[in-house]
C-alpha cells in the first residue's frame, strides 16, 4: 500500500509541474519581468486592425518607455513569434525579417533601439519622437515614427523591465 501511495504522490507532483509549465509558456499567458532589451515576449497573435492614430508622441529610445494613449499605458515588447506580426512599418527586427525570408540589412534591420557606444541615450532625429499609432484586437499595438527609423510593438499588458536606461 505505501508503494502505490508513493507512486501516486509522484504521479501528483509530475502532473503539477506539467501544468504549471504548459500555464507559464501558454500564448498570451502573462509574462515575468523582461530580463533584458533584447528578450522575446509570447503575448499570442494580434487580431484585426481596429484603429489607427498620426501624430502620436512617443520616443522607444530604451525599449522600456510606456506610451499613454486614449486612456490606455502601452508597453514596448519583443515578439516571441514575430512570423505572426504584421510587418506594418519600414522597420523590423532581424527574427521577423528571417521568419519572413528577408535577408539582413537595409529596411528590414534594427527594431526601434537607439543606443550610442558611451552608454547614452541619443537625443531623437527629425521625426523620430512622433508617427503613426496602429492598434489591433488582443490588446496589441504598432507604433512606428515618421522618420521610418523607429518602431515597436506594444501591448497593455503590463510587463516590468529589469533594465534602466
Known amino acids: 500500500m505505501r508503494k502505490f501511495t508513493l507512486v501516486a504522490a509522484a504521479i501528483a507532483f509530475a502532473v503539477g509541474v506539467l ?12 509574462p515575468g519581468p523582461v530580463p533584458g532589451p533584447d528578450e522575446r515576449v509570447d503575448l499570442g497573435k494580434p487580431g484585426a486592425q481596429i484603429a489607427s492614430y498620426d501624430d ?34 519600414v522597420v523590423a527586427d532581424d527574427a521577423t525579417a528571417a521568419a519572413r525570408g528577408y535577408s539582413g540589412g537595409g529596411a528590414a534591420s ?8 558611451i552608454g547614452m541615450v541619443v537625443a531623437p532625429g527629425p521625426g523620430d519622437d ?9 490588446d496589441l499595438a504598432y507604433w512606428l515614427s515618421d522618420s521610418g527609423d523607429l518602431d515597436t510593438w506594444l501591448t497593455t499588458t503590463k510587463l516590468e523591465y529589469t533594465w534602466a536606461c
Open 19 to 30: 501544468v504549471g509549465i504548459s500555464g507559464c509558456a501558454s500564448p498570451g499567458g502573462l
Open 110 to 117: 534594427g527594431f526601434g533601439t537607439v543606443s550610442a557606444s
Open 130 to 138: 512622433v508617427g503613426t499609432l496602429t492598434v489591433y484586437e488582443k
Open 56 to 89: 502620436v508622441r512617443f520616443y522607444p529610445a530604451c525599449g522600456n518607455e510606456t506610451l499613454a494613449h486614449d486612456g490606455k499605458v502601452w508597453f514596448p515588447f519583443h515578439a516571441a513569434n514575430p512570423e505572426y506580426f504584421p510587418m506594418v512599418g
